[in-house]
């Protein structure tokens, strides 16, 4: 079993939205804190937000207002709604946990176009 696995992603105009998902082996997404993370070209991968297993959330600076993640337990998936995409928004987006991050899926590419 592909540890985490995310889809949803593509190339959407700026002002648009897009939902990303992930969906996590159980070793990894019970009881855990989970987090979306992306990597821009040129630039070191950040978190954008991450959600812990009780529901309280954390955002990036650059997402707040705009990005909201939520997760399912019962099918260990995790979510990102993204609202009033910018062309700063333009990365390969992965998920994993907060803390000790398993191996990295392969992402989903989203492309915010000007």
């Known amino acids: 079993q592909v540890p985490l696995v995310e889809s949803g992603g593509g190339l959407v105009q700026a002002g648009g939205s897009q939902i990303l998902s992930c969906v996590a082996s159980?070793?990894?997404?019970?009881?855990?804190?989970m987090g979306w993370y992306r990597q821009a070209p040129g630039k070191q991968r950040e978190v954008v937000a991450s959600?812990?297993?009780?529901?309280?959330?954390m955002y990036a600076d650059s997402v707040r207002g705009r990005f909201t993640i939520s997760r399912d337990n019962a099918k260990n998936t995790v979510y990102l709604q993204m609202n009033s995409l910018k062309p700063e928004d333009t990365a390969v987006y992965y998920c994993?946990?907060?803390?000790?991050?398993?191996?990295w899926g392969q992402g989903t590419q989203v492309t915010v176009s000007s």
């Open positions: 959600i812990t297993s009780g529901g309280n959330k």
């Open positions: 159980g070793s990894i997404f019970n009881f855990n804190a």
């Open positions: 994993n946990k907060v803390r000790g991050w398993s191996s």
